[in-house]
């Protein structure tokens, strides 16, 4: 069988006669203008059948009168069509077959109008209060539907750009171990190092919590981790960072950069026990870009220190993401080793 196109569908009347009817709900005094306009329609058509009908049905017009004006104009504008309608049934078509006296039966026949009157006025005012509410239910379902679809999209994007970086990061260990195979164990060692350093990125930018810290926190608690994930507890941060927001995939380069800058100052600024200190300060520049300066007070750069000429895969993998970043990588002496990197905050 068929499936009908999405589009074809239609809905229940009740959803369509709510659609219809929306507008003039929201319109406040024109509900009651039409409201009034219908207890007068009714009012008219059954002073213009009142010869033809037999005694006893003094209120035949003005129960579809109050039913109308509730559900095309809400509930005031129904029973103000209620109110009046009694008043002019009593007024027009009970009270001069009674002398205007309100005897028994009349009293009896207003209390069965008003109490009949009331329940249909708080039959339709129920189940379109009821029906609003579902509606709204149904538009955030739709957009948490909507949101979890983009996110799960997101991740699939996130998942693939991560193996893609993982890939070409094998690629490069592959390189180096190639090229030095007495070196293929610290190589390996390196790579698991690297790997384990952006599973626990990951977790901490999966997490809600610490995704909404401002930034200045999070890099404090992103090089507190690495510190203790690498030993250096004789090794002090110092951050310094302004309140900016970065999209996910920003942040994890950004996170990965500082990762590999902090490690590369561990490894070769302070040695496996040594005392020192680092400072991480990300700064807003003149020009909109942003600029991040890890310096440590290790011993420096070598005289004869050539970026373009390393073999360090670390500082490869340095200019690699600062690139991603859109950004440029310079090295300086401070006093120790000063890594700066300008970059673009979109």
């Keep these: 069988m068929t499936k009908p196109p ?15 009817v929306e507008p003039l709900r929201r319109n406040r005094l024109l509900g009651d ?9 009714a009012l008219a058509l059954r002073a213009l059948v009142d010869d033809v009908l037999p005694a006893g049905f003094p209120f035949l017009t003005f129960f579809p009168a109050v039913i109308l004006s509730t559900v095309m104009f809400g509930l005031r504008p129904g029973i103000v ?14 009270g001069p077959a009674t002398g205007m006296v309100l005897t028994g039966q009349a009293a009896l026949a207003l209390g069965f109008f008003a109490c009949i009157a009331a329940i249909d006025i708080a039959l339709v005012h129920v189940s379109f209060a ?53 070196r293929a164990l610290t190589t390996l060692d390196e790579a698991r190092r690297r790997l384990e350093t952006i599973a626990r990125l990951h977790r901490r930018l999966h997490d809600p ?34 309140d900016v927001t970065l999209g996910v ?28 200190a680092l400072d991480v300060t990300l700064s807003r520049l003149s020009s909109g870009r942003l600029e991040l300066v890890i310096v440590d007070d290790g011993p420096g750069l070598p005289d004869d220190f050539d970026l373009e000429r390393s073999p360090s895969l670390g500082l490869r993998i340095i200019q690699g993401l600062a690139g991603q970043l859109d950004g440029a990588v310079r090295f300086e002496n401070r ?7 300008e970059f673009s905050a979109a």
Aim: net charge neutral; glycine share 4%; hydrophobic share 50%.
């Design 81 to 94: 069509c209620a109110v009046l309608s009694a008043l002019a049934a009593w007024y027009f078509f009970i």
């Design 33 to 41: 203008v039409c409201g009034i306009g219908l207890f007068a329609l």
């Design 6 to 20: 999405a589009d074809s569908f239609q809905p229940p009347v009740f959803w369509r006669l709510m659609d219809a």
């Design 249 to 276: 995939a920003r942040l994890t380069t950004l996170s990965l950069l500082v990762a590999e800058i902090v490690t590369n100052s561990l490894k070769h600024a302070f040695g496996p026990h040594g005392v020192g």
């Design 130 to 182: 009821a029906a609003e509410r579902l509606r709204q239910e149904k538009a955030v379902t739709a957009k948490l539907y909507e949101e979890q679809r983009t996110m799960f999209q997101e991740l699939q994007h996130r998942v693939a750009n991560n193996m893609q970086f993982v890939a070409a990061l094998l690629i490069l260990h592959r390189r180096e171990a190639a090229q030095a195979p007495e």
């Design 335 to 341: 006093n120790g080793t000063a890594v700066l990197v």
């Design 209 to 242: 919590d610490r995704l909404a810290l401002p930034m200045e926190p999070y890099l404090r608690e992103l090089c507190r981790d690495l510190l203790e994930a690498a030993g250096a507890r004789a090794v002090v941060c110092h951050v310094s960072a302004p």
